[in-house]
């Protein structure tokens, strides 16, 4: 039976915010993807789909404790592991990056589970290895080897984006268990040390985005033509916008992946900077909820989780934003909730439900 303090904690803001940015994200679909295919399902409506299996599966989550998730989180991390190893072996290629592993009628990505899966491994370490002191860099050698299996494989996709997602979280972790000085210097002296031979892993498309940003006249009818004509879109929506399938750049299909990475060059588009404001506020109500429930959390485990799905949430946001209004490098960092993808949808509203786990049974006795 539920306990009925769980009925009278339910955290309705938080579940009303996801679901709004869902629809927001569901109604740019619609837009940035006319004229809608007769044949094929259209791609709002598949978005659609997902958006009420992210929610079912959100209900799943908050049926059980969230310690339950924390106690089997290596399993689940082993089993992302093996999605990604299928992925290489029989991924399904596209746009030149082999991310997704086709299930018969559908496709997912495992590498966006491996968020969740990261963030529950992590989690369960920190919870059982407390070290009031600071961790040093030997205590580290479990965490590093976590985040790095998952990075190698995604890396050979290959998917930066997600490769610097995964950095990032890890990162934002570390600095909420606490880390001993010396071994943040170690860590920042090692990786200025990398980044000359991980430029040489890159590959030259990547190596020409990041040049791109920063000279962006370097090559604006290739690399640079994604960022010219998204900030053209955003930059042309003004405060009110031109109105819903009124953007001139969205409709005559001159943004790229206007579904996906660039979605929030449409929205800036067609309902300018109003629309926009409603979108990140919204976005950043989830974050601050997500840093309330840590801080109020009534144990380690639930704080840690809380931090590292506040942190996905917190530089998927950022990332994309920064990227299409040229900011920041353009390295395919879907906004959550918002972009067309499923298994992104999907994780994201799954990382929503944990914070409303965490945050509803801080209320309830320790078993």
Avoid at 56 to 65: P, Q, R
Wanted: proline share 5%.
């Amino acid at each position: 039976m539920l306990d009925r303090r769980l009925i009278l904690n339910f955290d309705w803001p938080t579940l009303a915010t996801a679901f709004l940015i869902s629809c927001i994200g569901i109604l740019n679909i619609y837009s940035s993807t006319l004229p809608h295919s007769g044949t094929a399902t259209p791609l709002f409506l598949k978005q659609t789909y997902w958006m009420f299996l992210g929610f079912g599966l959100a209900a799943f989550i908050l049926s059980f404790d969230y310690r339950t998730f924390v106690r089997y989180s290596y399993p689940f991390y082993l089993l992302c592991l093996l999605f990604l190893i299928l992925v290489v072996a029989f991924g399904r290629t596209t746009s030149g990056s082999q991310r997704w592993l086709p299930m018969g009628f559908f496709s997912f990505q495992p590498s966006e589970l491996t968020k969740i899966g990261l963030i529950l491994a992590m989690t369960r370490f920190f919870t059982e290895k407390e070290n009031p002191g600071g961790y040093s860099l030997r205590d580290l050698g479990i965490p590093f080897l976590l985040l790095g299996l998952p990075t190698l494989l995604i890396f050979k996709q290959p998917d930066l984006g997600t490769v610097l997602l995964l950095f990032l979280i890890f990162t934002s972790m570390l600095l909420f268990v606490g880390v001993r000085f010396k071994t943040w210097a170690i860590l920042g002296a090692g990786l200025a040390a990398a980044i000359p031979i991980l430029w040489t892993f890159l590959k030259e498309y990547q190596k020409n985005r990041l040049l791109t940003f920063l000279n962006p006249d370097l090559d604006p009818l290739k690399t640079g033509y994604h960022i010219t004509q998204s900030k053209i879109a955003v930059g042309s929506g003004t405060f009110f916008g031109k109105g819903f399938l009124k953007g001139t750049q969205s409709q005559l299909h001159f943004l790229p992946e206007q579904h996906t990475d660039f979605i929030f060059s449409v929205l800036a588009e067609e309902w300018g900077f109003a629309g926009c404001f409603l979108l990140l506020f919204l976005l950043l109500f989830l974050i601050t909820r997500g840093l309330k429930v840590a801080k109020t959390s009534k144990d380690r485990a639930g704080a840690i989780l809380a931090i590292g799905v506040t942190a996905m949430l917190f530089w998927q946001s950022f990332f994309n934003v920064g990227m299409v209004v040229g900011i920041l490098p353009v390295v395919g960092v879907p906004l959550p909730m918002v972009s067309y993808g499923g298994t992104a949808l999907v994780t994201a509203l799954a990382g929503v439900a944990l914070l409303m786990n965490v945050g509803m049974r801080r209320f309830m006795l320790s078993p």
